[in-house]
């Protein structure tokens, strides 16, 4: 993949990274349109942090070629280092400083200062001034990832890397999180950022989907949702049985049974079933499934079609990559 112009943020080309005999990143290539908001879906050991490490000049590949805002990531480090921002995986500020002591520490850090950048930092600032003087650590959950998206903000970055910022916060300060991202989208910042949740992956404009290192698909979360191609079936086994697990995964194991069954897996409080046999309409694979299940038991279960998310394509693209 070549950088084709000034309209691409990030370009790789045959990225790869190999920790022993571990690869983390296999001849990965991509591009990232500015002022795109742009997610990276996958689960843990996917190769995520390892791409967004080397993208933020913090390590080195062992092949391939990376370019971010036209600068080469290996030969420009210098020069590219402060138009980036980078908020990494794991609560990396000092603990034992305030909100404020952070705050000031990054800002010096880029040669500025909190007064100077208030108006870029002012969304996320002002819901943590009220607590500018108590320590980091002592800081909620919501409020420490908050804290270091404005340390990631505070120099004015033209693009901001967030590894998966959103990991073991609350509902609530998910969604305001979010919203915080779509108002510096929206001011034209190039934002990329990965995820474990496939329901984040929403709100992006593309996605990739990562699995091992390598990429199953690259597009709208919309059109990854739709390549999924076939009928795809929800089975409800009724409130009573909907929270034993025991009973789920006896209806689960039934259905793995039937020598028609592409994919069968649990999807929150339903399970999610796909046939192999594509001739088929998706009235009579719902007729099929309600006879099997009848069969073992779940005569009361409701079976009906549904359509397909990106984890469902995720799932079936991740199946399809291990298949010999």
């Known amino acids: 993949m070549t950088d084709t112009g000034r309209d691409q943020a990030v370009v790789t080309d045959g990225l790869t990274k190999r920790f022993g005999g571990t690869v ?78 952070n705050l000031r520490f990054f800002a010096s850090v880029f040669g500025t200062s909190i007064g100077q950048e208030r108006a870029q930092i002012a969304p996320i600032y002002s819901q943590l001034e009220p607590f500018k003087d108590r320590r980091a650590a002592a800081l909620s959950g919501g409020m420490k990832q908050k804290l270091a998206l404005c340390c990631a903000l505070v120099h004015r970055p033209e693009i901001l890397f967030l590894d998966e910022p959103t990991t073991g916060v609350d509902a609530v300060s998910r969604r305001e999180f979010w919203e915080l991202l779509a108002q510096f989208k929206a001011s034209g910042m190039t934002i990329v950022v990965s995820t474990p949740y496939m329901d984040e992956a929403n709100r992006c404009d593309r996605v990739a989907l990562v699995q091992r290192g390598a990429l199953l698909a690259v597009d709208a979360p919309k059109r990854i949702a739709e390549s999924f191609g076939r009928p795809l079936v929800a089975i409800s086994l009724g409130e009573a049985r909907a929270g034993h697990g025991g009973e789920q995964y006896r209806a689960l194991s039934a259905l793995r049974a039937l020598p028609q069954t592409l994919s069968v897996y649990p999807f929150g409080e339903t399970l999610h079933y796909a046939d192999a046999r594509k001739d088929l309409t998706a009235n009579a694979i719902v007729s099929d499934v309600k006879a099997a299940l009848e069969k073992n038991g779940f005569a009361g279960a409701r079976v009906e079609q549904t359509p397909p998310t990106v984890e469902d394509t995720f799932m079936a693209r991740m199946s399809a990559a291990s298949t010999p």
Do not use: C, H, Q
């Open 24 to 101: 983390a990143l296999d001849n990965v290539s991509f591009a990232i349109a500015r002022a795109e908001l742009f997610g990276f879906v996958g689960p843990d050991g996917g190769g995520k942090t390892t791409l967004f490490r080397i993208l933020a000049t913090l390590m080195l590949p062992d092949n391939g070629r990376a370019r971010v805002l036209g600068r080469d990531v290996v030969s420009d480090v210098w020069v590219l280092r402060p138009r980036i921002g980078y908020m990494p995986g794991r609560f990396s500020l000092y603990p034992d400083l305030s909100v404020e002591e």
